[in-house]
């Protein structure tokens, strides 16, 4: 069984870099697209970006100029850094493996399984 | 940027049929998911690929697809359904994704 656990700082002050790491276990980071996803308190989903092991990495637009993401294949880690972060920010974070399958034409990609979530409030 | 719009609440009696609908321009070629979010849970997914049920999610879920819209049937409702679903999709690129505005399942 697949599972992921997120883990780190739960406040972060304006302007600082918001850091998050995914632990995986059941799985190897080897294959699929490891994924960042956040959720503002009572809003949407919005996706974040992945990162695949071939170093094949893709973010959202509006926020590529603030993320990066890695992978540490030695601890089965996957990290998020979002640097200069406001109040906007504020949101749960979750991190999921992305399914990805290509059939000749089409190409289908999810998320399946989501880690638990961790709240983290940008707050001075 | 692309969005997929869904309706922002459904209510239904228990046993009855509830649909909700998603709509994004790029969804004739893109494939959809539907994901159920309960409070304080993550989301889990209960279709994928518009129309395929992952091993462990109930019959009574079914998906649809026709045109610029997807539908996420659940059949015979039950009190555990009610929750919040999301549907997600990519945008005509096929490589940036995008999740629907979200549908809260009221169970009467």
């Known amino acids: 069984q697949v599972q992921l656990q997120e883990s780190g700082p739960r406040l972060v002050k304006p302007s600082e870099t918001l850091s998050l790491t995914c632990t995986v276990s059941g799985d190897s980071l080897n294959d699929n697209y490891w994924t960042w996803i956040r959720q503002p308190a009572g809003k949407g989903l919005e996706w974040i970006g992945h990162?695949?092991?071939?170093?094949?990495?893709n973010y959202d637009p509006s926020l590529k100029s603030r993320v990066s993401m890695s992978v540490d294949t030695s601890k089965n880690q996957f990290s998020l850094n979002l640097t200069s972060v406001t109040a906007a920010d504020t949101a749960v974070y979750y991190c999921?493996?992305?399914?990805?399958?290509?059939?000749?034409?089409?190409?289908?990609?999810?998320?399946?399984?989501w880690g638990q979530g961790t709240l983290v409030t940008v707050s001075s | 940027s692309y969005e997929l719009t869904q309706p922002p609440s459904v209510s239904v009696s228990p046993g009855q049929t509830a649909r909700i609908i998603c709509s994004g321009d790029?969804?004739?070629?893109?494939?959809a998911y539907w994901y159920q979010q309960k409070p304080g849970q993550a989301p889990v997914v209960v279709i994928y690929?518009?129309?395929e049920r992952p091993s462990g999610i109930p019959e009574r879920f079914s998906g649809s697809s026709s045109g610029t819209t997807v539908t996420l049937t659940i059949s015979g409702v039950q009190a555990e359904d009610e929750a919040d679903y999301f549907c997600?999709?990519?945008?005509?690129?096929?490589?940036?994704?995008?999740f629907g505005t979200g549908t809260k399942v009221t169970v009467l």
């Open positions: 690929k518009d129309t």
């Open positions: 990162i695949y092991i071939s170093g094949n990495i």
């Open positions: 790029a969804l004739p070629k893109q494939y």
């Open positions: 997600q999709s990519a945008d005509s690129s096929g490589y940036l994704y995008v």
């Open positions: 999921a493996r992305g399914l990805d399958i290509v059939t000749g034409y089409y190409r289908a990609h999810w998320f399946d399984p």
